[in-house]
């Protein structure tokens, strides 16, 4: 009976190498030329790791672009040191970046605040590229909604939204990066900006909320009905402006095809 060792023990000891430094596997490698088996394998642990930071330079391309390449490969390795990837794909690795960044001392690596922001905004466009297909509302299928069932009307959004609150400008860094413009310089809010992030068609698209509406979507989030919507906004407008300012918003969210389906509370018997 051979005693190699089996594809799948191989696998796992190339994993255990790699990702742990496990020294199991280096019995199964030969010399060659005189290369010792610890320096082979180091090939395939720095190409892993290479591949990581490649993959996150990809995701979060605009920071890569704010710190610099060098800057921003020794920051993604700390990362990766601190967070070795527990996923399958790749493209889930940077998934506590920002989160990281947030912890981090604001003299190490350059982590202050606004990058964990920036992280934390290119994820979320990530997030929402990748977000499942669905049915979009068109204006017509409101038109035949009855005027005694509007307050039971309730709005199902579509999987491709985010919302971030954002203390620094961020949107204006991708912005800036996507117009190959040079970077603009740093502001922060003490009070945060809500933020919408959603896909139409292939395109991701963003813009600040007014207070009233990040309310008004945040509760049609949870499942409030259209009557629960417009007393959402009773904090920010007199009880004859809500009805109109619901309306706009309704339309306005339609437009931006951010609903994917209407329902009804059942009407008690």
Request: aromatic share 8%; hydrophobic share 50%; proline share 5%.
């Amino acid at each position: 009976m051979s005693d190699a060792p089996s594809l799948l023990r191989l696998q796992r000891q190339m994993q255990a190498r790699v990702l742990h430094g496990d020294d199991t596997l280096l019995v199964q490698i030969a010399d060659n030329a005189g290369v010792g088996a610890t320096r082979r394998a180091r090939v395939y642990e720095d190409a892993y790791r290479l591949r990581l930071i490649e993959a996150l330079g990809n995701d979060f391309a605009v920071l890569k672009a704010h710190l610099g390449a060098e800057r921003f490969e020794a920051l993604a390795a700390s990362y990766l040191a601190d967070h070795p990837s527990r996923y399958f794909s790749m493209r889930h690795v940077g998934t506590e970046l920002s989160a990281w960044l947030s912890r981090h001392p604001v003299d190490r690596l350059a982590a202050q605040p606004h990058c964990a922001e920036l992280a934390a905004f290119e994820w979320a466009q990530g997030e929402v590229f990748d977000a499942a297909d669905s049915n979009i509302v068109v204006l017509g299928d409101i038109a035949g909604v009855p005027p005694e069932a509007w307050h039971r009307l309730r709005l199902q959004l579509k999987p491709a939204i985010r919302w971030l609150p954002l203390h620094g400008n961020a949107p204006a860094f991708v912005l800036a990066h996507s117009n190959d413009a040079s970077m603009p310089a740093m502001t922060w809010r003490e009070e945060p900006i809500m933020w919408l992030l959603w896909r139409r068609g292939f395109d991701v698209y963003w813009r600040a909320l007014e207070s009233d509406e990040a309310a008004a979507l945040s509760v049609a989030r949870e499942g409030a009905n259209f009557g629960e919507i417009c007393a959402s906004l009773c904090a920010w407008h007199p009880d004859d402006a809500v009805a109109l300012r619901a309306a706009s918003l309704l339309k306005l969210w339609i437009s931006d095809e951010l609903i994917a389906a209407l329902d009804f509370d059942q009407v008690a018997p």
